[in-house]
């Protein structure tokens, strides 16, 4: 047996770099990503390190640097397919940079917020991504008055100094309500989530910008408190009526596909009686029949984004208080058609 064929568990970096012929501390500045090592040794200790399938000693390594490269993503739903595309991106970049990633569900309640803040800090994270929950911020003002590096993602909170990374929501809501105008629709509801959420109501501001544009007088708009398939069915009973809409402008795609459902009890066709337009551009928006006419968040960009700023707040590159705005796109699916003559 050669002798370097040792079990994963107990092969230590000594014997990597034997098996390379460099020292200890060339294989510590390789497997740290040091980028003063020549290429035909970093060549050689990788390759040493596939031959003795070597897994570095993370815990060690953390005493030594202060790093754990782990991050905390703290997000209030991750049933909702937004955030499900969120962690999945996420994960996807923080990997690429050599961290792993916990996930952490709050539900959108600040007590099971603060409880996992609170638990992430202890594990040793070195950064945490988060979308914070509806009410109160005093668990995240904590975080930040420590010195702890984060970055919202999706909803920000103006009156902190933090790394933000979401989408013109104003935008957005403007781009939905415009659409459904082109097409001459004049009666054009919305059903909005919380407007207490700033992402939330500034969709709601868009999209009266747009009515007020176009000389449309009166709204309506209906709230609910959940992001679901069921309140969208249940909010949609609001909308029904003699003087019903002939077009309606949903928060999000999850919302947009539960009033659908609940048109298509009523006998109401999409869009030959009433257009549909949702928000986040999910994969929902494509497999529902007909397909969801959606504004679409670039979901993988934003997570990039989220991951390199805290990953160079967390390496001290620069600090956390920037505000990084996306541009949200007008997805056209089967759901929106010219308004009933």
Known sequence: ????????????????????????????????????????????????????KYQPNLLASALVTKKTKALGLVLPDVSNPFFAEV???????????????LVCNTDDRPEVEERYLSDLRQRGVDGIVAAPSLEGTSAMERVLEAGYPICFFARDVPTLAVTCVKVDDFRGGYLAARHLIELGHRRIAMVSEPRTVPSVADRVRGYRHA????????????????????AGIVVAEGLLGPNRPTAVFCANDVLAIGVMHRLRREGLET?????????DGTVLASVVDPTLTTIAQPIDQMARAAVEALVA????????????????????GRSTGPAPG
């Open 271 to 279: 869009p030959r009686d009433v257009s549909l337009v949702g928000f």
């Open 211 to 230: 009515l007020q544009e176009a000389g449309i007088e009166g709204e309506t708009i209906l709230t609910t408190e959940e992001t679901s398939i069921r």
């Open 87 to 101: 962690v999945r991106a996420v994960e996807r970049e923080a990997t690429g940079l050599g961290y792993s990633v």
């Open 313 to 332: 707040e967390i390496d001290g590159v620069r600090d956390g208080t920037q505000r990084i705005v996306f541009q949200p796109v007008l997805r056209e």
């Open 1 to 52: 047996m050669d002798a370097f064929e040792v079990n994963s568990v107990s092969v230590t970096m000594t014997d990597v770099a034997k098996r390379a012929g460099v020292s200890p501390a060339t294989v510590s500045r390789v497997l740290n990503g040091n980028a003063n090592v020549a290429e035909p040794t970093r060549k050689k200790v990788l390759k040493a390190v596939e031959e003795l």
